[in-house]
């Protein structure tokens, strides 16, 4: 995925309940489990039958860092995959700085540098929005963020934008996996009804 993306969502489905449709990324590591650790980056609400909602998915990432509970966080650094973050203190107090290259060219690494009350959390943005959390990165411990171009759509009951999956009241944990890679403008629908379920389908894309 060289550039944004322009996604438009339909709803050709039968629900009468108004679906909460969600859409988050997974951190493509052998030990992120999305219905625990994903996080809800975009959430669209009230699109009744042939209604419909456009949104753009963009290229570019941020990086940033939280402690005390969230209360405090760093400044927002644009993020590159193949580069390192640090967390430190400086003269000023708390700041994250870039610290040259990742472990791994495919991966975004943020290192923890500072003595905090239950580490610290570092959360990936797209578009403004937490896109991508890891919570409780103890001092000298690193998070560790690998992203492939793909977006997953679910749908929920209960959820808000920026939270994580784990709290939300989900209607399935199966999700629809959106490959972005090579595409411009999309078109994704959902389709069905409570009798036989509903699918989420591509409709076009260039």
């Not at 644009?78 to 400086?90: A, C, E, H, L």
């Not at 492939?148 to 808000?160: M, T």
Request: hydrophobic residues 35%; charged residues 20%.
């Amino acid at each position: 995925m060289g550039s944004s993306v322009n996604i438009t969502y339909v709803n050709k489905s039968m629900n009468m309940d108004l679906p909460n449709i969600f859409i988050f990324m997974k951190n493509e590591i052998p030990t992120f489990d999305c219905l625990e650790d994903g996080v809800a980056w975009k959430v669209i609400k009230d699109v009744g039958r042939e209604s419909s909602c456009q949104f753009v998915f963009p290229i570019d990432t941020e990086v940033s860092s939280s402690w005390n509970g969230g209360s405090c966080k760093t400044n927002k650094l644009p993020s590159v995959i193949g580069n390192k973050y640090i967390v430190s203190k400086d003269d000023t107090g708390i700041v994250i700085t870039a610290d040259g290259s990742a472990g791994n060219t495919r991966s975004i690494d943020v290192c923890n540098n500072v003595h905090v009350e239950n580490g610290i959390s570092v959360d990936l943005y797209k578009d403004g929005r937490i896109m991508m959390s890891k919570n409780i990165v103890g001092y000298d411990q690193k998070a560790t963020f690998v992203l492939h171009p793909k977006l997953y759509w679910g749908i929920a009951s209960e959820i808000q934008e920026g939270e994580q999956l784990s709290s939300a009241v989900l209607d399935s944990d199966h999700f629809f996996e959106q490959n972005l890679e090579g595409v411009s403008n999309v078109t994704i629908a959902l389709y069905g009804n409570a009798q036989d379920g509903y699918q989420f389908k591509i409709e076009n894309q260039q």
